[in-house]
């Protein structure tokens, strides 16, 4: 059987085993491996360098491609959350700039009031040592703090309304300092209002009920400062939470 190659393929790339395998005998199989027959599998050549490290190149290329695909996807999602997060930001910088503006507008005009309706109206008539319209309490010590406090509130006040009313803010940074600046002199005319009423409150109580005064001035002075403090702790402590924040970035990016 000299000329004869035993592990020819057909068209379909099939050696007589694999035909043998699937239609023939199991002797007729049996025969043609002791003839030195082989599957069409075990006749491939080993694949060639040059297309295996082609075929390498391209795989490669094609996952940085997809890796780079949902880069882009992930960067275009940041993007769009943090403009969502920078507008709801933003309207709430405009909140609580709306509402500063309320609260100043409030404090304006209740100090204003309070000091043209003290206890005791003003004095009508020539009087012997008061001119005409001076307060009748004019002369006491606690009017004379209630005065100085109430006055203070009302400017402090009107120094903000006069700042939201004319003055326009767009970058996100400057309204962000101009909402911290604005809430703190809130603070400030929110505590000078309570101080003008408590020495207010023993004019109004008299003498024989200076204790209703006494209660007053405690039971405010321990709201006002409980309630100062507990707002102080909070901001140092963000305070402190930004700086730890930042410190560990800059040894993240070393």
Same mark, same amino acid.
């Given at each position: 059987m000299e000329g004869i190659n035993i592990n020819a393929t057909n068209k379909a790339g099939e050696t007589p085993l694999d035909v043998a395998e699937k239609f023939g005998s199991p002797e007729l199989v049996s025969t043609l491996r002791d003839a030195g027959a082989a599957n069409s #599998? *075990?006749?491939? $050549?080993?694949?060639n360098a040059? +297309?295996?490290? +082609?075929?390498?190149? &391209?795989?490669?290329?094609? *996952?940085?491609?997809?890796?780079?695909?949902?880069?882009?996807?992930? *960067?275009?999602?940041?993007?769009?959350?943090?403009? +969502?997060? $920078? $507008?709801?930001?933003?309207?709430g910088l405009n909140n609580a700039i709306t509402s500063a503006t309320v609260v100043a507008v409030l404090i304006a005009t209740v100090a204003f009031a309070a000091i043209f309706t003290v206890p005791g109206q003003y004095v009508e008539g020539k009087t012997h040592g008061f001119s005409l319209g001076q307060a009748n309490i004019a002369n006491n010590a606690a009017f004379l703090i209630f005065f100085v406090f109430d006055s203070l509130a009302l400017f402090i006040s009107l120094a903000v309304v006069v700042v939201q009313t004319f003055v326009v803010v767009i970058e996100q940074k400057a309204k962000k300092q101009l909402v911290f600046v604005?809430? +703190?002199?809130?603070?400030? %005319?929110?505590?000078?209002?309570?101080? %003008?009423?408590?020495?207010? #409150?023993? =004019? @109004? @109580?008299? &003498?024989?009920? $200076?204790?209703? %005064?006494?209660? %007053?001035? =405690?039971i405010g002075s321990l709201i006002m400062l409980s309630t100062i403090g507990s707002m102080c702790y909070c901001v140092i402590l963000h305070r402190k939470e930004e700086t730890k924040l930042r410190a560990e970035s800059r040894d993240a990016a070393i």
């Open positions: #599998t *075990d006749q491939r $050549k080993p694949p040059s +297309k295996q490290l +082609k075929q390498t190149v &391209s795989d490669i290329k094609h *996952d940085v491609q997809s890796q780079l695909q949902q880069t882009r996807q992930t *960067d275009m999602r940041v993007q769009k959350i943090a403009k +969502k997060l $920078k $507008k709801l930001h933003i309207s604005i809430n +703190k002199l809130m603070w400030m %005319a929110c505590l000078f209002v309570s101080i %003008a009423f408590i020495p207010l #409150t023993y =004019v @109004v @109580v008299g &003498s024989h009920s $200076k204790w209703l %005064a006494i209660y %007053a001035t =405690v």
